[in-house]
């Protein structure tokens, strides 16, 4: 336990810095180095895939993602995955009796969607530069928050309710910790704590004529434990069927970058799309 609490408060902190450095590269960096971990974890940790070239491939691709949203997602980001697709084919092609089509199949799409996942968090971080919507820097810092909170605190909600008064199971075969009681504990330890961050927020950092639209942020922390979850389940889902604990040991007591940035990966997507169509911080 005492290993745990360690690296994790290191872990925590190195988050932290990344996301005060969030006006410069070093974010990106950052992004990209734990989305090419998680993707090297995904397949190296599980024995799925034994093509070396596709898990480079794979990795190189996760690291550029994430800076593709600092020259625009259209049509540069659709160019570099398209590129990615067509090189992961002519890879298994070109060893096509030493490539299980499965096993590809399973790379490339691991690949996407933790690439996709992790530099949703850049994407959220740049919305205050795009001219198509009315958000500052002081914005982007608030969202990161948000995402990051709403797919880590929500775990110690669900831990301390969970494992008090968890009785009924959501999916024992996949992970038989996960309950239905720990689900509501998560979505009201979310909740207050988003309430506290948006009433602080409101009265040390926005102006008199700017506010946030609190009907929408109890919504989206409502959900977020819920599609947390589903990343958190994914992923576990993953491990259970390669009879696998962990992705790795990155991180001693919490097991490698993708254990610690699952639901992250579902999460950041989620707020980034609503943040896309619902401006939670209005400034007149």
């Keep these: 336990m005492k290993t745990r609490i360690i690296s994790g408060t290191v872990g925590a902190l190195i988050v932290i810095l990344a996301i005060i450095l969030r006006a410069t590269i070093v974010f990106n960096i950052f992004i990209a180095l734990v989305t090419a971990l998680a993707i090297i974890e995904s397949q190296v940790a599980t024995k799925l895939v034994n093509n070396f070239s596709l898990i480079i491939l794979g990795c190189v691709y996760g690291a550029i993602s994430a800076f593709v949203p600092l020259i625009g997602f259209m049509p540069t980001g659709l160019l570099v995955t398209a590129i990615y697709i067509f090189a992961c084919v002519i ?71 969970g494992s008090k008064f968890g009785a009924h199971k959501i999916a024992p075969v996949v992970s038989p910790k996960k309950s239905l009681e720990g689900v509501f504990g998560s979505m009201g330890f979310i909740l207050v704590l988003m309430l506290v961050l948006g009433a602080v927020w409101s009265g040390a950092v926005l102006d008199s004529k700017s506010y946030i639209q609190f009907g929408w942020l109890i919504f989206v922390s409502l959900l977020c434990p819920v599609v947390g979850l589903v990343g958190d389940l994914f992923f576990s889902f993953i491990k259970r069927n390669c009879n696998i604990k962990d992705y790795g040991k990155l991180i001693p007591g919490h097991g490698g970058a993708l254990d610690r940035f699952d639901s992250v990966i579902f999460v950041a997507p989620f707020i980034y799309l609503v943040l896309l169509y619902v401006p939670m911080i209005v400034h007149k």
Excluded: C, P
Excluded at 95 to 124: C, D, H, P, R, W
């Design 91 to 161: 890879i298994v092609l070109s060893k096509s009796q030493e490539n299980n089509a499965l096993k590809s199949v399973y790379s490339v799409g691991i690949t996407l969607l933790i690439s996709f996942g992790m530099s949703s968090l850049v994407y959220i971080n740049e919305l205050s530069s795009s001219k198509a919507y009315m958000y500052n820097s002081s914005d982007s810092l608030f969202f990161l928050l948000f995402a990051f909170g709403g797919a880590w605190f929500g775990d110690t909600g669900a831990y301390f309710i």
